[in-house]
């Protein structure tokens, strides 16, 4: 049930990103209030989005974090080590503080490569 979760919640980021760079509609070279607007929007749901991935993975048994501080704890606090975690990685920060250990390497490095690429295809967008 809890790798279901995990699935589930990948599937609505990745969805999301899908829908909103499928929405085609003609901008013009200026700053656009609804652009910015939705690439907060955006940012955020990817931010929440992996960092329930992040906690489901936690929960399921998996070492996510090298301090551990996924493992043990109340779950809100464990759930905000992971909406921290997933800022830094997506906005790539990386205070250093923290990093991923095991098979979260390999999501936390989707989400870098996610939060270094989004901001090009946003400007692509508004140029376009």
């Known amino acids: ?3 279901f979760s995990v699935a589930f919640v990948a599937i609505i980021v990745i969805s999301s990103i899908y829908t909103f760079l499928k929405h085609n509609t003609r ?3 200026a ?3 609804e652009l910015f ?3 907060l929007i955006i940012y955020a749901i990817l931010m929440v989005g992996f960092a329930l991935i992040y906690f489901l993975m936690s929960r399921i048994g998996f070492t996510v974090l090298s ?3 996924l493992q043990y704890g109340a779950s809100l606090d464990r759930f905000l080590r992971s ?3 997933s800022g830094v990685t997506l906005m790539t920060v990386g205070y250093g503080d923290i ?3 095991g098979v979260a390497r390999f999501v936390s490095l989707v989400e870098a490569a996610i939060g270094y690429l989004l901001p090009a295809a946003f400007l692509y967008k508004l140029i376009k």
């Open 31 to 33: 700053f656009s209030k």
């Open 1 to 3: 049930m809890k790798l």
């Open 99 to 101: 990093y991923p250990v």
């Open 67 to 69: 301090d551990m501080s």
């Open 83 to 85: 909406f921290y975690f």
């Open 27 to 29: 901008m013009r070279n």
């Open 37 to 39: 607007i939705s690439f």
